[in-house]
C-alpha cells in the first residue's frame, strides 16, 4: 500500500507500507502527513532512505533507485598488504536462506536456488553444484528504524534475495568507512535517543 505525504503543495509518494523509500529521516519534518496515510513525524517503526550525500540536491519524494542501499566494508592490512572485506555478521551462514531466481533465456529453466546472503553457497544436491564465479559483497545497509525511545536501528538486507535484518550500531558503524561524508551522517543517527 503506498504512502502519501503534503509536499510544497504537492501529494508525493513517501513510500510502501513502513518503508519510507522517498523519505529521509531527516526530512520526515517537510512533509505534512494525508489522512489515512502514515505520519512520519511521529510513527516509529518506520524505514527511512538513508542519507546519500550524492542525493542532498533531491527533493522528498523524488528518490531513485527507490531501494538504494549502502555497501559495508572497510579496509584491512595485512603483512601481504591492504585489502577490501565485506561485513559479515557471525552466524550469517546459519541465518535463514532466502530465495533467489536464476532465469536462462535461451533454454527456458528457472531454479529457485537457497541464498545465504555471501556466507556460504547453496547446498542443490540431485547432479547439481554451486560455485562462485566472481563473489561479490552481499549485505548493504538499507534503511535506518525509527524506534519509539527516539533513537534509530540500523537495518540491513542482502541485496540478492531483500532478506532484511538489524543490528547494533556499534557492530554496523565500523564497516561504514566507504565514505567519510555518509560515516560523519550515519554516526550521527547513532547518537540520536543516546543519553550522554
Known amino acids: 500500500m503506498g504512502e502519501y505525504a503534503k509536499f510544497n503543495g504537492g501529494e508525493i509518494k513517501i513510500g510502501t507500507c513502513e518503508c519510507m523509500y522517498y523519505l529521509r529521516y531527516d526530512d520526515r519534518g517537510r512533509v505534512d502527513p494525508v489522512s489515512g496515510n502514515v505520519n512520519p513525524q511521529t510513527t516509529s517503526g518506520l524505514f527511512f532512505r538513508l542519507p546519500f550525500p550524492d542525493e542532498d540536491d533531491q527533493l522528498p519524494g523524488s528518490y531513485s533507485p527507490y531501494s538504494r542501499g549502502y555497501r559495508l566494508g572497510r579496509k584491512e ?26 532465469k536462462h ?5 528457472l531454479l529457485n536456488v537457497p541464498c545465504h546472503h555471501g556466507a556460504k553457497l547453496p547446498d542443490v ?16 545497509l538499507r534503511h535506518v528504524k525509527s524506534m519509539p525511545d527516539g533513537s534509530l ?12 535484518w538489524s543490528a547494533d550500531w556499534e557492530d554496523i558503524l565500523p ?6 561524508e555518509m ?3 550515519l554516526e550521527m543517527y547513532a547518537s540520536l535517543g543516546v543519553s550522554s
Do not use: T
Open 77 to 102: 592490512k595485512e603483512p601481504s598488504g591492504e585489502y577490501w572485506r565485506d561485513w559479515q555478521p557471525v552466524g550469517m551462514e546459519d541465518s535463514d536462506a532466502g530465495v533467489v531466481q536464476l
Open 105 to 109: 533465456e535461451a533454454s527456458g529453466l
Open 125 to 140: 544436491g540431485n547432479g547439481m553444484k554451486a560455485f562462485w564465479n566472481g563473489k561479490c559483497h552481499a549485505l548493504e
Open 153 to 164: 536501528r540500523p537495518v540491513y538486507a542482502c541485496r540478492f534475495c531483500d532478506s532484511i
Open 175 to 180: 564497516y561504514c568507512g566507504l565514505d567519510r
Open 183 to 185: 560515516q560523519a551522517r
